[in-house]
């Protein structure tokens, strides 16, 4: 989902602290992680976005392939249909992270302060808050 009116200010709206928690701790961690690196991207002063959103993709890689082998462990019943999206953001961000090489950070500015926030409140109260849920029941 796309904020297309209001900006969003991810540093008072989704503070790492203020993270939803969804009771499965290697992927709250990750959350928390997350939103930290989004931050530091966000705080970035223009032209020195790349390397907080070089740490920014590879901690989202690493939450990513975290989650995915979780539920392929668990054999949970939408997996493809979760991995499919972190498949996708994975590929916008890759796409940002060259964008960024030949020094151009305006789509990689516009995502860290305004789409991915949106995007991730949404993935966390929908595919995460599901997986966590199945997660913790199949372990316990
Ligand atoms: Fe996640
Ligand atoms: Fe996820």
Known sequence: MLATTTPAA?????????????????????????????????DAPDGQLQAPFAAFAKH?????????????????????????????VLKMVATMEAELEEGDEARARLYV??????????????MDRVTADFLAQAEG
């Open 10 to 42: 991810p540093a008072a709206d989704f503070p790492a602290s203020n993270v939803p928690l969804l009771g499965y701790a290697v992927m709250d961690r990750d959350h928390v992680d997350s939103v930290a690196l989004l931050q530091a991207a966000c």
């Open 60 to 88: 989202l890689r690493e939450h990513f392939a975290r989650e995915n082998a979780l539920m392929t462990q668990h054999g949970f019943f939408a997996l493809h249909c979760h991995k499919d999206e972190h498949a996708r």
């Open 113 to 126: 302060a305004e789409h991915f926030p949106d995007w991730f409140h949404t993935h966390l109260a929908t």
